[in-house]
């Protein structure tokens, strides 16, 4: 079936450290892929999508490229903040029961940036 | 501002009542969701609707019901039959059927003692 692996957390960085979380999918067909970002006590925002293979969703600083070969969608930032601290969730979307479109989510992955 | 609202964002209940969590949305989007948070798991779908009047189960929506009689508005009900109710619960909404974004609302954090 569809799936999604995340790295585990927690992630712990010094502010301005480069960022990798690393995410892996299992998926029949052509999914769409996500990052969203969860702060302390509130809901999902979407940080960047890619909809095809060889796409780079951008936002805020940080970067995602779909890669069909590797099934993979790292998230990567070049220099953290203490702002960046959150949980990052990758996601999946592929066709469910044929018409509404489902989103698979990974377990999260903590990052806790100190300054 | 078109958004998400999700109503309260704490909810206390005693086991064995029924508790309905509210979902609204402006954003003029069809299709609706409820999903389920546990700590340190991913979400889970309950339900989703795509349109009024109709609605068809996720993963988890035993112990769960929902309606949709207007396009802004997508209640989920915790029912006593939820054999672990405590929770995050999370609402979404996105505009069509195809592989729209999925907006999210701040959530409702339902404690059962």
């Known amino acids: 079936g569809n799936s999604v692996t995340q790295m585990e957390g927690p992630v712990t960085l010094s502010e301005e450290a480069f960022l990798t979380i690393n995410c892996t999918y299992t998926?029949?067909?052509?999914?769409?892929l996500f990052w969203y970002v969860q702060y302390p006590g509130e809901g999902l925002q979407l940080l960047l999508k890619?909809?095809?293979?060889?796409d780079k969703g951008s936002n805020k600083g940080f970067e995602a490229t779909y890669r069909k070969e590797t099934t993979s969608f790292h998230l990567e930032k070049g220099s953290v903040q203490v702002s960046d601290s959150a949980v990052y969730f990758c996601?999946?979307?592929?066709?469910?029961?044929?018409?509404?479109?489902?989103?698979?989510f990974g377990t999260g992955t903590l990052l806790a940036v100190q300054p | 501002d078109g958004g998400i609202t999700q109503s309260p964002k704490y909810l206390f209940r005693k086991e064995g009542q029924n508790v309905t969590l509210s979902c609204e949305q402006n954003?003029?989007?069809?299709?609706m969701y409820w999903y389920r948070q546990d700590p340190g798991q991913g979400l889970r779908l309950i339900y989703y609707?795509?349109?009024?009047?109709?609605?068809q189960k996720g993963d988890i929506a035993e112990g769960y019901s929902v309606s949709r009689e207007k396009k802004e508005s997508f209640p989920l009900t915790v029912t006593s039959a939820q054999k672990n109710p405590t929770a995050f619960y999370l609402c979404?909404?996105?505009?069509?059927?195809?592989?729209?974004?999925?907006?999210f609302g701040p959530g409702t954090r339902l404690t059962v003692t």
């Open positions: 979404a909404s996105s505009s069509g059927t195809g592989f729209y974004e999925q907006y």
């Open positions: 996601a999946l979307m592929t066709n469910y029961g044929g018409a509404t479109n489902k989103l698979i």
């Open positions: 890619a909809t095809k293979a060889d």
């Open positions: 609707s795509q349109i009024v009047n109709d609605f």
């Open positions: 998926a029949t067909g052509y999914p769409s």
């Open positions: 954003l003029n989007h069809d299709a």
